[in-house]
């Protein structure tokens, strides 16, 4: 008896299956290895680039403020916020949906900057584990009166290059690791012309459109004047719009003078970080 | 003994597919068909669309099968795109969008457009709802051409819209499809 049952079972689904397997179509991705969506929210985690890009044809405008006194201050300085901010406005443009170019002024020492990101590589839901994109950026300090001798234009250059690795490990989390290097031509506060970065950032989602944000850059050669820079943020996402609202201890907005400008620790006995936040907004051109 | 049931099996698979494929003479397929939504809320008005529609329209048994992957669809803005699939539809958890249903109203005597009602199941975002959607239906020699155009009300399918966002997205979206399919042999 035992014996027959796989028997009339088989006989049973072979009248069954040729006439029910025509009803429905079978449901298939129509790209199963697709790259993964939203491994950071905007072009910047706080103050560090990610690897998201621009889009091809969009417009990213970002405006990035960072108040210049520390939270210190108290409610004399209405906790730093007093004392002006560090802004740097900025505008980028994705040639194609792994090419960009951006241009940005930051209104302390007035540096205009200009960076190509390019992605090497897409984490995608199946073949590829990672995201690899990497940065080039060429910054001009224009502020007058910099030097002491005349300066040349090629005196107030610096030259930024970065690797940006990154991973969507599950819905939540993602982290990046970025390698980097900074030159300066006649650097004012540092003994050295070159800073090497290891960037390490992070993003946490609490629910949908929120998330929280870290990043620090440990600076494998630095000099004594400067300390580790530690910034802790918060994203929301509204539609075409991005707010990061953050505790930095830079008031710089671009990774080489996040570096080499970082004159305060986190933390020193009492709250020494600064008040941030940015706005992203895109259009698509 | 177990000859004979292997025997069965063989002569039964032949017949069956044999007799499938003479059934499938009116069953027609395709995996580009058009979809469109169009979402008019106060502030923002936009349209998402995809030509990755599949679709398989039995006139014999008068089903009628389609769905989309919702990875594909795509409203001008890659950013925007993200959202949608990331906050709204949950892509990854629900990727696909189906409605299958039964048809009724065609006549195979008429040469023209006509009118044709679908009952069945549309399923978005996990939810499945009965409906009942009007659409017209054109059957040519090798190929029939099919449209509808329905209201999806993301409040039906558990897809929430936050309250900071209403004047940007609707809550009712009008969904249109536009579909040929070919001949399936």
């Known amino acids: 008896m035992s014996k027959t049952w796989p028997k009339i079972a088989l006989i049973l689904s072979a009248i069954l299956l040729p006439s029910s397997a025509f009803a429905q179509l079978e449901r298939v991705l129509a790209n199963p290895d697709r790259p993964v969506d939203d491994i950071f929210k905007a072009p910047k985690i706080i103050g560090l680039n990610s690897v998201k890009q621009i889009g091809k044809n969009h417009l990213h405008m970002s405006i990035l403020h960072t108040f210049n006194g520390s939270v210190s201050g108290g409610i004399d300085t209405f906790f730093g916020i007093d004392n002006g901010a560090n802004v740097r406005l900025g505008l980028d443009y994705g040639i194609t949906d792994d090419l960009s170019v951006g241009l940005g002024r930051t209104s302390n020492l007035k540096i205009v900057d200009t960076r190509v990101k390019w992605t090497a590589i897409n984490q995608t839901t199946q073949s590829s584990p990672v995201s690899v994109a990497f940065m080039g950026a060429l910054s001009i300090e224009t502020i007058p009166n910099r030097f002491t001798v005349n300066p040349q234009l090629s005196d107030k250059m610096g030259y930024f290059a970065m690797t940006m690795v990154a991973r969507k490990f599950s819905d939540k989390l993602s982290l990046q690791a970025s390698p980097m290097l900074a030159y300066f031509e006649r650097p004012v506060l540092l003994p050295r012309k070159t800073l090497l970065g290891l960037g390490i950032a992070g993003r946490y989602k609490l629910a949908g459109r929120s998330a929280v944000t870290f990043e620090t850059i440990p600076i494998l050669n630095k000099p004594d004047v400067l300390s580790l820079p530690v910034a802790i943020g918060y994203d929301l996402e509204t539609g075409g719009h991005v707010f990061q609202m953050f505790f930095t201890t830079s008031t710089f907005h671009t990774e080489n003078y996040i570096m080499a400008y970082n004159l305060d620790p986190f933390w020193d006995k009492k709250p020494l970080f600064r008040i941030g936040f940015n706005v992203n907004r895109v259009f698509a051109l | ?185």
């Open chain 2, 1 to 185: 003994m177990k000859r004979v049931y292997i025997l069965a099996v063989l002569i039964w698979s032949v017949l069956s597919s044999t007799l499938c494929t003479s059934v499938l003479a009116q069953s027609f397929v395709t995996d580009k068909g058009k979809i469109e939504f169009i979402s008019k809320a106060s502030l923002e008005t936009f349209t998402g669309t995809s030509n990755a529609l599949n679709g398989l329209v039995d006139l014999e048994k008068r089903t009628i099968d389609f769905y989309i992957d919702l990875n594909t669809l795509r409203t001008g803005i890659a950013l925007r795109d993200e959202h949608m699939r990331e906050t709204y539809l949950e892509t990854k958890k629900y990727p696909f969008a189906e409605f299958t249903g039964t048809l009724s109203g065609y006549n195979p005597a008429r040469k023209d457009t006509q009118n044709v009602v679908v009952v069945g199941d549309f399923t978005i975002h996990g939810v499945k709802k009965a409906r009942t959607i009007p659409g017209r239906l054109f059957v040519a020699a090798n190929h029939i051409y099919v449209e509808a155009r329905w209201d999806v009300k993301l409040s039906d399918h558990n897809i929430a819209i936050p309250k900071v966002l209403f004047l940007k997205l609707a809550d009712q979206q009008d969904v249109r499809m536009q579909a040929q399919l070919r001949r399936k042999n």
